[in-house]
């Protein structure tokens, strides 16, 4: 497999990755839920209500950071607790996602997507490789 395949795919991965979170939690925990609400949630399986606000911001800054490529390592890095907690707190309503309460299924799957992006890094089009390449181009002038 060639270098730009593999750029391209790990940009497809980024931003797709990057989307699913930033909607899943603005979409999830601010609208369906709400922050109010999602608190609350925390707070009923054990966990700091605070923490649903910390989680939330998270989720936000690393899902935007994924889909323009900024410190693309570090904000997957970053979702991989969250997403490992999200499906310890789903274990126990099964495996399929559309189970009452949610299956463990779907965090699961982002957790290690986000491991992935881990390793691939940013790919093509990210604004950490315009930046790189500005950096560069300025550097030889």
């Known amino acids: 497999m060639n270098t730009w395949s593999l750029e391209i795919g790990a940009a497809i991965v980024r931003i797709a990755l990057g989307s699913v979170v930033l909607a899943h939690s603005l979409y999830l925990k601010m609208f369906i839920y709400t922050l109010p609400g999602t608190a609350q949630f925390f707070a009923s ?64 799957f982002l957790a290690l997507i986000a491991i992935g992006q881990v390793f691939l890094g940013d790919g093509k089009f990210a604004v950490s490789s315009l930046r790189s390449s500005a950096l560069a181009v300025g550097s030889k002038a």
Not at 56 to 77: D, Q, Y
Not at 79 to 94: C, K
């Open 45 to 108: 399986i054990g966990l700091p209500a605070s923490s649903a606000y910390v989680v939330f911001a998270l989720e936000v800054l690393a899902g935007v950071a994924l889909i323009l490529g900024f410190r693309t390592r570090l904000a997957a890095a970053a979702l991989i607790p969250i997403l490992l907690g999200a499906t310890w707190a789903h274990a126990g309503h099964g495996w399929l996602f559309t189970n009452q309460g949610g299956g463990w299924e779907y965090p699961l």
